[in-house]
């Protein structure tokens, strides 16, 4: 499991890097020490992440430990979208309680330093976290599947967003057009503008996915200032 979470990672932010790289030529530019910290950092993420990850995939497939199911008629069809949902909602919850603790000093330097090294972040920094940070963002999902059904295809999708999300938000370029950021969608979901404003402040902005918890405790900036793609 470590080689395969390596491997996405590897795959995933390399093509985001190609495509920063022919969007935006120069982005990247004398940010290559930086970028192989960055993977250095993420690669050891991924070994740690494939712990939980290898212990839920054997005691789904050995054990039956899990809540994780195969036959799609095992629940109505409107939970597989819904489970999805309450997925991305706990882990967002999650995210942000613990991503705001990690801005308090002790945690910062413990923890979430490394992260914020990258500056400014790119497609390659995603995962780029200490050891602590790896092990506090490896739990949530393998905790969750022992206590919310999910189809093991929604769960497949539930990490290709936290896959993309994860990339496309560190990129330092906004990938979706302006409409889209500066709408109805944008007022809700977290893009690479809003989650720049968090790179630039070092506090604020502490959503993975939803802005519900900033804008709810009084944590959202709002949006930053580099231009979207067809939009300026």
Not at 151 to 168: E, F, K, R, S
Request: aromatic share 16%; proline share 5%; with cysteine.
């Amino acid at each position: 499991m470590t080689a395969i979470v390596g491997l996405r990672y590897l795959v995933t932010s390399g093509l985001f890097a190609w495509l920063t790289r022919r969007v935006r030529p120069g982005l990247y530019a004398k940010l290559n020490p930086q970028i192989r910290r960055e993977i250095y950092w993420s690669l050891l993420s991924a070994a740690i992440y494939g712990i939980p990850a290898g212990i839920v995939a054997w005691g789904w497939q050995n054990a039956g430990w899990t809540a994780i199911y195969t036959d799609v008629a095992q629940y109505p069809v409107w939970y597989l979208p819904l489970s999805v949902l309450a997925y991305l909602f706990a882990h967002d919850t999650w995210f942000y309680w613990t991503h705001r603790l990690m801005h308090r000093p002790w945690w910062f330097k413990t923890a979430h330093a490394v992260h914020h090294d990258s500056r400014p972040p790119t497609a390659w920094a995603a995962m780029s976290f200490l050891p602590w940070e790896a092990l506090i963002g490896a739990a949530v999902i393998p905790v969750l599947v022992f206590f919310i059904p999910i189809h093991v295809g929604a769960l497949l999708a539930v990490l290709m967003i936290m896959t993309i999300m994860g990339i496309t938000n560190h990129m330092g370029w906004e990938l979706f057009p302006r409409f889209m950021v500066h709408g109805a969608l944008g007022r809700h979901l977290i893009t690479a503008t809003h989650h720049q404003k968090h790179h630039d402040a070092y506090k604020g902005n502490y959503g993975l996915y939803f802005r519900f918890w900033d804008k709810m405790c009084g944590t959202d900036l709002g949006l930053g200032t580099f231009g979207q793609r067809g939009g300026g």
